[in-house]
């Protein structure tokens, strides 16, 4: 899930103020945390609560009244506030930003053993959505980005069949997979190239607008730094594109411990317990 918090770190400048280049400073000072890493960290949290309905419920509402200006969308911001639990029909990308945790309690082992999805993260990543964008196209971008983290976690890290070898040494063929399952599954057109996006794509808070081009600013990378790189240089809603992009290219390359170290500096203290407390569960197994 760090992943999601450096890309939303990285980006928080240029949501406004969008650059059309790769070629610009990884972390400024005026870099901050908004909404994306702390409702990330609040889907963690409820994922360690139980990862139940109202384990999220009460974990979206607690870190979003804690942070009250993170950069909420107008509906969210308002649900938190209110005593209202039920969802609102959203399809904003706000549930494919905060969905990463859901994806690393996902079973590779599971999946190698039985050929079969588990279920486990994938109800949750439905769930983490549901409870707020329950608009097909929010679960649908909630879900496919999940798709892609468990698909990088699984091929990149070795993992395969009883009667396949691991492609964990080809990168290309590993894209390809999980470029062939996404747009498959969900429909989404992964054909084309950043180039061919840059110059027209602006503004948007859709997942249909927004998790398609996260997807292939992952597929065009060679290494974590230029996956949010490629995100942030489309421009559009820049924080939340890298946090996608980020939490994808964290399951197939890792992260270079000092981008970690420096993304860390900008969280405060109740965040940064949620990750150290993630850190260990996730380690359980």
Same mark, same amino acid.
């Given at each position: 899930?760090?992943?999601?918090?450096?890309?939303?770190?990285?980006?928080?400048?240029?949501?406004?103020?969008?650059?059309? =280049?790769?070629?610009?400073?990884?972390?400024?000072?005026?870099?901050?945390?908004?909404?994306?890493?702390?409702?990330?960290?609040?889907?963690?949290?409820?994922?360690?609560?139980?990862?139940?309905?109202?384990?999220?419920?009460?974990?979206?509402?607690?870190?979003?009244?804690?942070?009250?200006?993170?950069?909420?969308?107008?509906?969210?911001?308002?649900?938190?506030?209110?005593?209202?639990?039920?969802?609102?029909?959203?399809?904003?990308?706000?549930?494919?930003?905060?969905?990463?945790? +859901?994806?690393?309690?996902?079973? +590779?082992?599971?999946?190698?053993?039985?050929?079969?999805? %588990?279920?486990?993260?994938?109800?949750?990543?439905?769930?983490?959505?549901?409870?707020?964008?329950?608009?097909?196209?929010?679960?649908?971008?909630?879900?496919?980005?999940?798709?892609?983290?468990?698909? +990088?976690?699984?091929?990149?890290?070795?993992? +395969?069949?009883?009667?396949?070898?691991?492609?964990?040494?080809?990168?290309?063929?590993?894209?390809?997979?999980?470029?062939?399952?996404?747009?498959?599954?969900?429909?989404?057109?992964?054909?084309?190239?950043?180039?061919?996006?840059? %110059?027209?794509?602006?503004?948007?808070?859709?997942?249909? @607008?927004?998790?398609?081009?996260?997807?292939?600013?992952?597929?065009?990378?060679?290494?974590?730094?230029?996956?949010?790189?490629?995100?942030?240089?489309?421009?559009?809603?820049?924080? =939340?594109?890298?946090?996608?992009?980020?939490?994808?290219?964290?399951?197939?390359?890792?992260?270079?411990?000092?981008?970690?170290?420096?993304?860390?500096?900008?969280? @405060?203290?109740?965040?940064?317990?949620?990750?150290?407390?993630?850190?260990?569960?996730?380690?359980?197994?």
């Amino acid at each position: 899930m760090m992943g999601a918090v450096i890309g939303d770190i990285v980006g928080s400048v240029y949501e406004w103020h969008n650059i059309k =280049t790769k070629n610009f400073p990884l972390f400024r000072d005026d870099c901050f945390f908004t909404d994306d890493s702390v409702m990330t960290c609040a889907v963690a949290e409820a994922i360690m609560n139980g990862g139940e309905k109202d384990d999220f419920i009460d974990a979206m509402k607690k870190y979003g009244r804690m942070y009250p200006d993170a950069g909420y969308g107008g509906r969210f911001g308002a649900w938190v506030c209110s005593d209202d639990r039920e969802p609102y029909n959203s399809f904003g990308n706000g549930s494919a930003m905060r969905v990463s945790p +859901c994806a690393w309690v996902m079973d +590779c082992g599971f999946c190698a053993r039985t050929g079969m999805w %588990p279920s486990y993260g994938r109800d949750r990543a439905r769930l983490s959505a549901e409870v707020t964008h329950n608009h097909p196209e929010g679960v649908k971008g909630a879900m496919a980005t999940a798709d892609a983290i468990f698909m +990088c976690r699984y091929y990149f890290g070795g993992y +395969c069949g009883d009667y396949e070898q691991p492609i964990n040494d080809d990168p290309a063929e590993c894209k390809k997979r999980i470029k062939e399952h996404i747009e498959s599954e969900y429909g989404y057109d992964l054909s084309r190239t950043l180039d061919e996006i840059r %110059p027209t794509y602006s503004f948007n808070e859709t997942c249909q @607008d927004t998790v398609p081009q996260a997807i292939i600013a992952f597929l065009e990378s060679t290494d974590f730094e230029d996956a949010i790189r490629n995100a942030i240089s489309l421009g559009g809603d820049s924080d =939340t594109l890298a946090a996608i992009t980020g939490s994808i290219a964290e399951a197939a390359y890792g992260i270079p411990d000092w981008i970690k170290d420096k993304a860390y500096s900008y969280l @405060d203290e109740p965040l940064k317990v949620v990750l150290r407390r993630w850190k260990k569960y996730i380690a359980r197994g």
